[in-house]
Structure formats: C-alpha cells, structure tokens
C-alpha cells in the first residue's frame, strides 16, 4: 500500500536556527497536509498543498510540494520555542479522502 | 467551534475484557477514522468510514472493529483487549470531496490494558 516517510525523526535545534522536515512517498499523492501535534495534545492542521512545485508560506513557516507530488517539505526560519512539537505530512490514501500519515518529526528547541 | 469528542481521555481495562471507544463530531463530516499513535510509529491508521454503515480497512485493522450507525458517531472496539493495544488512541473526521481535505482530531484516549 501507499507509504509516506518523514525525515528525520528528531531535530534539537537552538533558538534562532533553522529546521527542515521532509516527506516522501512512494506514489504519486493528488495533494499533501501539515499538521503540528504540541505535547501533550493532538495534531492541527496547518496547510494543504495541491498544485505541482507549490510553496505556500505562513509567516516563518515555507511548505513545498514537488513537482512530481511526490514529496514536500517544511521549512521553518528561525525557530522559537513556541514551534516545539511534532510535524507531521499526510497525503491522500485514495478516492474518499483517507489520509496517510508519516511517522512524524519531533522538533526540541533550546533557549 | 468545531468540535471532535472522544469519550475518554484515560481509560484502564483488563486483558480479555471488550472495550469501547466513542467517537462524535458535530461537522456533518462524512469521513471519520481511528487512529493510534505510540512512540517512533507515528499515527496509523486502523479503520476509516466514509458513509454511514460504510467502513474501510486501514494498515492495522487486526484485534480491532468499528460501527457507524449515525453520521456523527463512529466508534472502535476491541474484542478481547491485549496489552500490545495499550496506545494513544485518536479519532479524526473530515469532509468527503473526492480528495482529502482537512481533518479535525478529537483530544485522543490513552488506554492501558494490563
């Protein structure tokens, strides 16, 4: 079946630097979501990119799709410790809107 | 305010007993599914429902079952619990469009199953 892998699965970064988390599948995905899971709580969502190479920003925050829609990535300049938590992809497992999650990366920034 | 409920945040049940996770969303969503997230695994996907009565596979759907008898509710249940299903166990719903759009998560049930 269709697998979505996310790297790296940890990321410790101090304040101020940046991050990037990367998702990969192994089909074709029609469209991908972002989610940010805090400790403690449950996942949000974040965005949805559709379109083949799109970039979508949300203040720090870059999301890309690419072109072939087979991957995506998350991009996030200058961290704070308010971005800790774990992102996750997901992308679309068939024709009703099942979602296939990554396993996720877990973001700890240092003060 | 859109709303997912989970029934309970924490449950603890025995090893054998059959048990129940409820699940309700008031967004007239069609989609809704269960998932269970441990530690380095990520969120796996157990069952999904697109319809009422309508009820899909997921990648893990082994020791688990699931009923949708109304739109807005759609519950899990394990037939004979087992210590491996003791896991944070999250149920989400979305819209059905033909192509996946976003999912709302309900606060997630940790069950421990000694």
């Known amino acids: 079946g269709q697998q979505v892998m996310q790297i790296p699965q940890y990321q410790h970064v101090q304040e101020g630097e940046d991050f990037t988390t990367y998702c990969n599948s192994s089909?074709?995905?029609?469209?991908i979501q972002w989610y940010k899971q805090r400790p403690g709580g449950h996942p949000v969502f974040l965005i949805q990119l559709v379109k083949s190479g799109e970039v979508k920003k949300q203040k720090r925050l870059t999301f890309q799709f690419g072109e072939a829609k087979k991957n995506s990535s998350l991009h996030i300049t200058a961290t704070q410790t308010t971005d800790v938590g774990t992102y996750f992809c997901?992308?679309?497992?068939?024709?009703?809107?099942?979602?296939?999650f990554g396993k996720g990366t877990k973001l700890s920034v240092k003060p | 305010d859109v709303k997912v409920t989970q029934s309970s945040r924490y449950l603890v049940k025995r090893t054998g007993e059959k048990v129940f996770l409820e699940c309700v969303q008031d967004?007239?969503?069609?989609?809704m599914f269960w998932y269970r997230q441990d530690p380095g695994l990520g969120l796996r996907l157990i069952y999904f429902s697109y319809d009422v009565k309508m009820k899909e596979k997921g990648d893990i759907p082994e020791g688990y079952s699931v009923s949708r008898e109304k739109k807005e509710r759609f519950s899990l249940i394990l037939e004979s619990a087992s210590t491996n299903q003791t896991s944070m166990y999250l149920c989400?719903?979305?819209?059905?469009?033909?192509?996946?759009?976003?999912?709302?998560f309900g606060q997630g049930t940790r069950l421990t199953v000694v």
């Open positions: 989400a719903s979305s819209r059905l469009t033909g192509q996946a759009t976003e999912a709302f």
């Open positions: 967004m007239d969503h069609e989609n």
């Open positions: 997901a992308g679309n497992g068939g024709s009703q809107g099942n979602l296939i």
């Open positions: 089909t074709t995905l029609s469209n």
